[in-house]
């Protein structure tokens, strides 16, 4: 067991507040630039530092929200923020800083940009499949990005005003804006769901660091019951299925998982860049359309097909949908559930586990939790077992080698057009080439990954011959999947810097 | 005389009969006579050839060595007594001089000769009443006679000697002796699958060292491995339902290889079973006997499968993790060779570290630039074979094959046997997997855990349930520190470990796909861009073994990504996801890599018998 010392302090007012713990607001707005003026660029982002909100503030806003909800029985009406961070492509930051300075990165993903990685991730190769490169709103050879400021806030006239003036300021100041993205929660079918229903976000992973020196002064608090019942699963988890990850996987400075061990802290194992990366993260930007009906007939009709194959135990559609998805709309997990929906809320909707089921319940919590290893209650193709596949061992070997594919997410749903809604994609990683790139190279799109015959994620996957692995009375159905119901309409990698990089460091480049 | 081998040769000698000719019995006496004897191996020369030729020869010149060239051995002349004892499969060959008659010949069923008295209480119909020894035959003629319709004949008179106008002679057949004097080689070690050490390397990076975890690995796993047995166990049979396929089901051999690779194949997987079985038995302190009810690994021709056997795929990819992330220094470090103590020379050499069962070469133009990538998963076992097949008789024709095959992978006539070879600590000449044409040419794995042995080895070690303190074992990690089976530093030793312990957790036996192999599965080119468009799959050409559209049967064990020159570019201009290909190891990376294995239903072990959960076995 990590003693808590080992947990490095994690510099929280340095290091932006969408990467730890996440703006997590009603509506998160994307403003994509290009650089016209270097000079111009860097003195307007550089002054802008004290304006960019950190990690701690994020941090102590949210404490102050819940506290305020905790008190009221309700959302606070009058604990409203701003947040503004600013990321930058590998373009972007070479005109600001240098190709060399650039080049110091290891991540080959990010030098190169997500347009020359699209196919590589998946993406439609031929030029006239929707979600080719070619046709992307934003990012692609048609549409360069050098960066993007992004802000949130529950309010969204004073969200817009602020918008403005921060267009006004970068747009004088050797910027052009070249697109807009808008997030809002309430452009989905309900807010905290994602387009097609399903409630969304419940999984994330928790962060090792520290506030401070005290031992104990988590930065992800441990919210399991105290008692020793519970010491084995805290040693992994900061609170249920939230696994804990040592900080270097999503930032730079600081050290990952030594070797195959997730609860020891390899300090010198650090991500590879420039050292004014410290405390910086590499963000994915994916705009993704999302087509409801084409994802709806494709259950209706599969589930139809499947009453006349297979009449005694043919899943209806609401079941059809949930051993997609792996969770039910509500958010219940399939492996705890897989005939009908139960209805498990809380932190039990994220207690559970595929090879062992943990113990031991958490208080309260009722329902059943068994061990799902060979998928017959969750499919091994579910689009959350295939890019978490938990205490399983996976082609990798074993389970402890996927926490460091773990990523940040930090996406929000859009709603542009009746045409036009799905999900704004947003991920941190220290990684892309390990983390994001591997989850979508590796896992979504291969059929036997992270196990064999798991079948392709139905939801994201893309190409042609894609097939979902439905177990069904003693065997197991191929499911052929050939309509995309999550189409890729734009995006690029970023690079999240410091606080000091704004600072400081921008400024030396420009002495140079 | 081993009774398996002498059925073999009555069932021989009944397919003689069947298909020789029943058109009167001249026809059918020398018919039957010249398939008996081209059976044997004889030269084709038999034609015209009659038992009564042979008789006459065999008298005059007291051997058969003009017309048979040695194939058949005089046993007894007439009138004298057998100089050795009489047994099932020897012939006796009868004719009166002077009649003209075609003689006759038959093969003795039953090396049990009884005498006159007591065949009749046997029941068993024979050509005489003289006082004698007589014996079942098979026979053409006026009557031909199967061992179906037991018919007897007199071999031997009351005093022991053989009949006037009759000799009994022995058929010297290859076949016979490809079965009785099999040997299995020396070069068949007890392997396991050993951890990676290249020699004189700093220490690696990332994964180097296991932080101590819970608990250790129980002392007595240490113990030296290496133990080998002296001599085949003859108490399996081998069944004759089931045959282990050379891998990948390559056709270079023909059917005297063949039996002996399956024979190679069946010690092999005996060894194994029995290495996880003495370790229990060891460690627990309990006879083999009772140790082998923990093991749930089995061999298919020693225990012949009436249950029905479902298979289950195992996936990793050919590109070692062990290094660290891929990246350009990565790649450059994996592509090379290393220092490493070879386990068949027990000498240092420089051989590939590769270490997921998949080795590749690189061929680069006067540029630098690549051309050319040559993969394999050939195991070292399928040339050592060849080197020393375990049969005297078959080495020479082996060792050609060996020597031709070489020449084939490198397209060049200019090896020769020597150049194969190589001296061992103790001076012996042996295969050498680390000479020069395998290094170029990249013909089969030569790292020296990438063995068909370290496979087998794998499986029936992790086939065992383990506990610690009492508490079953379902994390393989654990597993592994427990039982230390191959290197936890791979992809394929955990998920091979995995996937074996998680069907013996279920109570079902377990064994391997035949034919045994490790094979390429498929190559991902998801998001290869070449110059000019062309889809970069299409250079991707499996050499040997065979793709197939469902990977989960793919069996391919050589395979090249090359371009050729008429496309006018190179590997290296095609890009990955925007990185041009400078290294094998960036191909590596999107080979997907498989094995099979088979598994019985729960609780029922190979024969169909009903069978309880063993008890896991304490680390």
Not at chain 1, 47 to 55: D, E, F, P, Q, V
Not at chain 1, 125 to 153: C, E, L, Y
Not at chain 1, 446 to 465: E, F, T
């Amino acid at each position: 067991m990590a003693p808590p010392t080992d947990e490095p302090l994690l510099a929280l007012d340095e290091i932006q507040g969408n990467i730890i713990p996440g703006f997590l607001k009603d509506h998160q707005h994307f403003i994509f630039f290009s650089i016209t003026d270097a000079s111009a660029a860097r003195s307007c982002l550089s002054k802008m530092n004290s304006r960019l909100s950190t990690a701690a503030e994020v941090l102590e806003a949210h404490r102050i929200w819940k506290s305020m909800r905790d008190r009221l029985g309700h959302e606070p009406d009058s604990a409203h923020y701003v947040f503004l961070n600013v990321a930058l492509s590998a373009t972007g930051l070479r005109k600001l800083t240098s190709t060399p300075e650039v080049d110091d990165f290891a991540d080959v993903a990010f030098k190169l940009g997500l347009a020359e990685r699209s196919g590589y991730i998946g993406d439609p190769s031929v030029k006239t499949d929707s979600g080719h490169v070619s046709g992307w709103v934003i990012g692609g050879p048609a549409h360069p990005v050098d960066g993007v400021v992004i802000m949130a806030s529950d309010d969204l006239p004073w969200l817009e005003d602020e918008q403005k003036k921060i267009i006004k300021e970068i747009t004088s100041q050797g910027m052009s804006v070249v697109h807009q993205d808008r997030g809002d929660v309430h452009g989905a079918p309900k807010p905290g769901h994602e387009q097609f229903g399903f409630k969304d976000g419940i999984s994330l992973p928790s962060v090792r660091g520290r506030w401070s020196k005290e031992p104990y002064d988590f930065v992800y608090p441990r919210t399991f019951p105290r008692g020793t019942p519970f010491d084995t699963v805290k040693a992994d988890f900061a609170e249920p299925g939230s696994r804990l990850i040592w900080p270097g996987h999503f930032l730079f400075g600081y050290g990952r998982q030594k070797g195959d061990d997730p609860r020891t802290y390899d300090s010198a194992n650090q991500p590879k860049g420039p050292i004014w990366a410290r405390d910086g993260s590499l963000m994915v930007y994916r705009r993704l359309r999302q087509s409801t009906d084409e994802f709806w007939r494709f259950v209706e009709d599969t589930s139809k097909a499947l009453a006349k194959k297979y009449p005694k135990s043919a899943p209806d559609k609401q079941r059809f949908s949930a051993l997609l998805v792996g969770r039910w709309a509500s958010g219940t997990p399939v492996t705890r559930s897989p005939d009908k929906d139960v209805g498990i809320t809380g932190d039990a909707q994220n207690y559970f586990a595929y090879d062992n089921a943990p113990t031991p319940a958490l208080p309260g919590d009722s329902a059943a939790n068994m061990a799902d290893p060979d998928g017959l209650s969750c499919p091994l193709g579910a689009h959350i077992r295939k890019v978490n596949p938990r205490d399983q061992a996976t082609d990798l070997g074993f389970a402890e080698r996927t926490p460091p594919r773990s990523i940040l997410r930090r996406g929000i749903t859009y709603s542009a057009k009746s045409d036009d809604k799905g999900l704004l994609f947003v991920c941190y990683q220290s990684s892309i080439v390990d983390q994001f790139e591997f989850l979508m190279n590796r896992w979504v799109n291969k059929p036997n990954a992270p196990r064999d015959h798991a079948g392709h994620d139905p939801i994201l996957a893309l190409g042609p011959d894609r097939v979902f692995d439905l177990p069904i009375e003693n065997k197991v159905e191929e499911i052929p999947v050939s309509k995309a119901f999550v189409v890729p309409t734009g995006g690029e990698y970023f690079f999240s810097p410091s606080i000091a990089f704004f600072k400081k460091t921008l400024l030396s480049f420009a002495r140079k | 005389m081993n009774s398996d081998n002498g059925d073999y040769i009555l069932d021989r000698a009944e397919l003689a009969l069947l298909s020789s000719s029943n058109g009167g019995r001249l026809q059918s006496e020398a018919s039957f006579l010249q398939r008996l004897l081209r059976d044997g191996g004889c030269p084709v020369s038999v034609f015209g050839l009659s038992p009564a030729r042979l008789f006459r020869e065999a008298v005059r010149h007291g051997s058969l060595q003009r017309s048979t060239q040695n194939r058949l051995k005089i046993i007894a002349m007439p009138s004298s007594r057998p100089d050795v004892a009489l047994r099932a499969g020897d012939w006796m060959i009868r004719a009166v001089p002077g009649t003209g008659d075609v003689g006759h010949v038959c093969v003795l069923a039953c090396a049990d000769l009884l005498a006159r008295f007591a065949l009749a209480s046997e029941g068993i119909a024979a050509e005489s009443a003289q006082p004698g020894f007589y014996g079942t035959v098979i026979e053409g003629g006026a009557y031909p006679h199967t061992r179906k319709e037991p018919f007897a004949r007199r071999f031997l008179d009351d005093r022991g000697r053989v009949p006037p106008h009759s000799v009994i002679v022995r058929a010297q057949s290859e076949e016979v002796d490809a079965l009785e004097d099999y040997t299995p080689p020396t070069w068949l070690k007890d392997r396991e699958r050993s951890p990676t050490r290249i020699i004189k390397r700093p220490a690696e990076s990332i994964g180097e060292t296991e932080t101590s975890e819970d608990f250790t690995p129980p002392s007595w796993l240490k113990v030296s491995e290496r133990a080998r047995r002296a001599s085949i166990d003859t108490e399996f049979e081998v069944s004759e339902a089931f045959t282990f396929e050379p891998t990948a089901m390559l056709t270079d051999f023909g059917p005297k290889l063949r039996k002996a690779w399956h024979a190679m194949m069946e010690t092999l997987f005996q060894r194994k079973i029995d290495l996880a079985t003495r370790k229990i038995a060891f460690g627990l302190s309990i006879t083999e006997a009772d140790a082998a009810k923990y093991v749930r690994f089995f061999s298919p021709a020693s225990r012949p499968a009436s249950i029905t056997l479902t298979g289950a795929n195992v996936p990793w990819n050919a590109f070692p993790i062990r290094w660290g992330s891929p990246s350009p220094s990565t790649y450059k470090l994996v592509d090379e060779p290393d220092l490493q103590t070879s386990d068949v020379l027990q000498k240092n050499q420089m051989l590939r570290i590769q270490d997921e069962y998949c080795e590749w070469q690189v061929f680069r133009n006067s540029a630098n630039k690549i051309v050319r990538v040559v993969f394999t998963s050939e195991p070292p076992e399928y040339y050592q074979f060849l080197y020393e097949p375990g049969v005297a008789a078959l080495r020479k024709f082996s060792r050609d094959l060996l020597v031709s095959l070489y020449q084939a992978r490198c397209d060049t006539k200019a090896i020769t046997l020597a150049d194969l070879e190589g001296t061992d600590v103790t001076g012996a000449t042996v295969y050498d997997p680390g000479n020069k044409w395998n290094n170029q040419y990249c013909v089969h794995l030569q790292m020296p855990a990438n063995t068909l042995g370290a496979q087998v080895d794998i499986a029936a070690r992790a086939a065992v349930l383990r506990s610690h303190g009492g508490k079953l074992i379902t994390d393989v990690k654990k597993l592994i520190n427990c039982d230390g089976f191959g290197d936890p530093r791979r992809q394929s030793d955990p998920t091979i470990g995995d996937n074996v312990n998680k069907l013996a957790r279920e109570n079902q036996f377990i064994t391997l796909e035949n034919p045994v192999g490790l094979y390429m599965a498929k190559l991902d080119t998801s998001g290869w861009k070449t110059p000019d468009g062309t889809d970069a799959q299409t250079f991707w050409k499996v050499l040997r073994g065979k793709a197939d559209k469902d990977p989960h049967k793919s069996m391919i064990v050589r395979a090249e990504f090359a371009v050729p020159k008429s496309q006018g570019y190179t590997v290296s201009d095609i890009k990955i996801a925007g990185v041009p290909i400078d290294f094998g190891s960036q191909i590596a990376e999107h080979l997907d890599m498989r094995l099979g294995a088979r598994f019985g239903p729960k609780d029922k072990d190979p024969g169909g018998a009903t069978i309880s959960a063993p008890k896991p076995v304490d680390c």
